[in-house]
């Protein structure tokens, strides 16, 4: 009878306040409107009434004319109530609920995508990742006016995650190539004081949304795992280059313990002293950037970081791979037995350091790469080589060196040809008319240059003899 009693006057207190908005909503009165709104959802929440809760937000936005405003502080309101509630089921219907009234409203996009957000985390709680992916995928914050930058990035960047869960590569590339790396270079303060986008208020970000620091690093751990999939060297090295030049990290490298790369083991003695650990991550990424570097197909770029790298001052501490990025600067051929023996303490020991084993076709690649470093030694010396010796430089079989070097040629890192007949390889590159022409113009001009300059000197020694017969 008490439960009875309670719902008639729970149902005659609504009532009451719905003619109340009715009066306000017709009269235009904006602040009566939104305070009757308001008070309906905080009765329903204190009578634990969470269905009729439901009903009632359902039903205040389908009322004809309603107020933006009404609306906007309805979702607001009710969304203060959604970690209150007293199992995941309610909490669930109740998030469905705002997110299907404020569906296809600009005003509350922003608590649509907030909704959105904290429902796909629910679903990823208890494992259903695809769903997660999907729910995450209806919402484009990017055309969003008034988010906070900051929000927006976090958004994309779960985006991002949730795809790399599921393995769906392909959107996960998509979805990261919305957020400009440019980004991360922008000036906190100078971002404060800009407080409008648009014709819009950009409203400030939420407490628990990361720094734009913080955010950088994550999405570089993100494309770190996009690109370990793809074996894609060179970028992951870039991505680290671009962690390890963090201003956080290298003044204060304790704040930074990874979290989102899942291959990620951070293991730090707990009897070391502080300033062991604040080197210790620098220089774990350090190593990382110098692995990937020298797994990393040569080209401008790749041979661009090497330089810079070895320039790092930091790079003296491990003096183990400063030798190994210089062993890759000489043109002097490497022995891969020798390497190998030199640097496999070190290729082991990475799956217990920050960011996890290097790949398991690492090992492989980096005999590719020692071999293709050691053909483009040979074509700095060499114009033409038989096809017997360059395979004893590269320790190689016959078919084997052949093979590397026509996969260079097809790469278009190497300009070379195979007389296989005679067994001779020419690193010549074979000129047009046009280049033969100009190099003879060029030797020409030389030649008459030279020859004016002896003409000159035989005329200043010519007469400074005769000055000196007069005198």
């Known amino acids: 009878m008490e439960g009875d009693s309670a719902n008639t006057n729970l149902d005659a207190a609504i009532e009451s306040l719905l003619n109340v908005e009715k009066q306000m909503r017709l009269a235009g009165d904006v602040a009566g409107t939104r305070k009757a709104v308001i008070d309906i959802v905080e009765l329903c929440y204190k009578a634990g009434a969470w269905k009729t809760l439901n009903d009632q937000i359902v039903l205040l936005s389908k009322r004809r004319g309603q107020l933006k405003q009404a609306i906007t502080a309805m979702v607001q309101k009710a969304m203060d109530y959604i970690d209150l509630t007293l199992d995941i089921d309610t909490r669930i219907e109740l998030i469905k609920t705002?997110?299907?009234?404020?569906?296809?409203?600009?005003?509350?996009?922003?608590?649509?995508?907030?909704?959105?957000?904290?429902?796909?985390?629910?679903k990823e709680e208890q494992g259903q990742i695809d769903e997660a992916a999907d729910l995450m995928q209806e919402v484009a914050v990017e055309t969003f006016g008034s988010m906070a930058k900051t929000e927006k990035i976090a958004f994309i960047l779960d985006q991002?995650?949730?795809?790399?869960?599921?393995?769906?590569?392909?959107?996960?590339q998509i979805l990261s190539r919305k957020i400009s790396t440019r980004v991360f270079e922008a000036d906190p303060l100078k971002e404060k004081k800009k407080q409008k986008e648009g014709d819009n208020i950009v409203q400030d970000a939420p407490a628990d949304i990361p720094s734009l620091l913080e955010l950088k690093r994550i999405y570089y751990e993100l494309m770190i795992r996009y690109y370990m999939h793809n074996n894609d060297y060179l970028e992951i090295c870039r991505c680290y280059k671009a962690i390890y030049d963090i201003p956080a990290i290298k003044e204060d490298p304790t704040k930074w313990i990874p979290g989102t790369l899942s291959t990620c083991v951070y293991m730090t003695p707990i009897h070391q002293p502080l300033n062991y650990l604040t080197t210790l991550i620098p220089l774990q990424i350090l190593r990382k950037i110098c692995w990937y570097l020298?797994?990393?197909?040569?080209?401008?770029?790749?041979?661009?970081?090497?330089?810079?790298?070895?320039?790092?001052?930091?790079?003296?501490?491990?003096?183990?791979?400063?030798?190994?990025?210089?062993?890759?600067?000489?043109?002097?051929?490497?022995?891969?037995?020798?390497?190998?023996?030199?640097?496999?303490?070190?290729?082991?020991?990475?799956?217990?350091?920050?960011?996890?084993?290097?790949?398991?076709?690492?090992?492989?690649?980096?005999?590719?790469?020692?071999?293709?470093?050691?053909?483009?030694?040979?074509?700095?010396?060499?114009?033409?080589i038989t096809l017997k010796r360059l395979a004893d430089l590269l320790c190689l079989s016959l078919q084997e060196a052949e093979k590397h070097l026509s996969d260079m040629v097809n790469s278009k890192?190497?300009?070379?040809?195979?007389?296989?007949?005679?067994?001779?390889?020419?690193?010549?590159?074979?000129?047009?008319?046009?280049g033969t022409l100009n190099s003879w113009a060029?030797?020409?001009?030389?030649?008459?240059?030279?020859?004016?300059?002896?003409?000159?000197?035989?005329?200043?020694e010519t007469m400074i003899h005769k000055a000196v017969l007069k005198a």
Not at 98 to 115: D, M, N
Not at 447 to 455: A, F, I
């Open 98 to 122: 705002l997110s299907s009234v404020s569906a296809g409203k600009i005003y509350v996009e922003i608590e649509r995508a907030r909704l959105i957000k904290r429902l796909a985390k629910i």
């Open 160 to 172: 991002v995650r949730l795809c790399l869960d599921r393995q769906d590569y392909v959107r996960a």
């Open 294 to 384: 020298v797994l990393a197909p040569h080209d401008p770029m790749q041979s661009s970081l090497l330089n810079a790298t070895l320039e790092d001052k930091n790079l003296t501490e491990i003096p183990n791979f400063r030798l190994l990025l210089k062993q890759l600067v000489t043109m002097e051929v490497i022995q891969w037995t020798t390497l190998w023996e030199f640097a496999k303490h070190e290729y082991e020991n990475e799956k217990n350091l920050l960011g996890g084993a290097l790949g398991a076709k690492a090992a492989e690649d980096l005999k590719l790469r020692i071999i293709e470093h050691n053909i483009l030694v040979v074509s700095k010396y060499y114009s033409r």
């Open 413 to 434: 890192s190497l300009i070379a040809k195979i007389d296989r007949p005679m067994g001779v390889v020419s690193f010549q590159t074979a000129q047009d008319c046009n």
């Open 442 to 460: 060029t030797n020409l001009e030389k030649l008459l240059d030279l020859v004016e300059k002896s003409c000159h000197q035989i005329h200043k």
